[in-house]
């Protein structure tokens, strides 16, 4: 029987330990490229309302609830994660995953979180769990099917993110690319995400540039962040600090890494226009993957 056939079949239900191997199996079929697969120590920590990116704005929240979808046998086809935040009164859909990316099911988990959440504003895909290394949002492209079901269900969406990848070659994951480019980065452990930050100075000592990078997780290293000074740009420096940057997650056992791009400023900001910064993520080699969007629902 087709899945879409089999909606008035299901039932939903809270999420028991013994549905995690079915819950990981789905949440592992959606995986984008460039990120680690889900293990059960990631999945804990989702259910558990704990993120190493953007914790601050899980502990905003209350416990998160999650549910699963499944058939007349048993078989778990969904599952999707919500919660509410007691400082403006939102709803928050967290994550959703179901077999095969269909929109029956899709739409049924996101009906069971608004009939549970009750007359409220309901964001959805708002900032990044524990599932995933920094996927802020929804991969519209490889998830079209929940971004039609949340669409039908009356959110409106909102394009925030570039999410791209690159892999290493092997001369720079061997830690072998070649004489380092100068001026060299200082690298020095980052205190705000596992990983290091990297700072080029001027030759009177003064920030010409910095970039962050995470420690690499199953081979998948992440560039959080890149900037030159802008009186200093055009020099060359952003591209030598980029290489470097690579060159780092190379040398602690990086073999792909990803980046994420918020160039959503509107015409004329300059302070968040991202073409120079796309420019050079491209002709470093790096490919998009997929757009992450936001999605907000008004009562």
Not at 102 to 126: K, M, P, S, W
Not at 189 to 207: A, I
Request: charged share 25%; net charge negative.
């Amino acid at each position: 029987m087709p899945l879409t056939t089999a909606a008035t079949h299901l039932s939903a239900r809270p999420y028991t330990d013994g549905d995690q191997k079915a819950v990981l199996a789905l949440i592992n079929a959606d995986r984008l490229p460039g990120q680690p697969e889900t293990t059960p120590g990631m999945l804990t920590e989702a259910l558990a309302g704990r993120s190493p990116v953007d914790s601050g704005w899980w502990a905003e929240l209350d416990a998160p609830v999650t549910d699963v979808l499944q058939n007349s046998g048993g078989q778990v086809l969904g599952v999707v994660s919500y919660a509410t935040r007691p400082r403006d009164g939102a709803g928050l859909i967290l994550w959703l995953h179901c077999l095969e990316e269909d929109q029956a099911l899709t739409g049924a988990l996101i009906d069971r979180v608004l009939d549970r959440l009750g007359r409220r504003t309901v964001y959805a895909f708002e900032f990044a769990s524990a599932l995933s290394l920094g996927l802020e949002g929804l991969p519209v492209r490889n998830r079209p099917a929940t971004r039609r079901a949340l669409e039908a269900a009356r959110f409106s969406g909102e394009d925030l993110w570039r999410y791209i990848h690159r892999r290493l070659d092997q001369e720079e994951a061997a830690g072998t690319g070649g004489p380092r480019l100068y001026p060299v980065a200082e690298v020095a452990p980052c205190h705000e995400r596992d990983g290091w930050q990297l700072t080029l100075r001027d030759t009177d000592g003064t920030p010409a540039g910095e970039a962050t990078v995470g420690r690499p997780v199953d081979g998948v290293g992440v560039l959080w962040w890149i900037s030159t000074e802008a009186s200093r740009r055009r020099r060359g420096l952003g591209r030598g600090l980029l290489a470097q940057a690579l060159q780092v997650l190379a040398d602690h056992g990086a073999r792909e890494v990803i980046a994420y791009v918020d160039d959503d400023a509107p015409p004329g900001d300059p302070e968040r226009d991202r073409t120079a910064a796309n420019r050079l993520y491209d002709a470093a080699g790096f490919t998009e993957v997929d757009r992450l969007w936001s999605f907000t629902r008004r009562p």
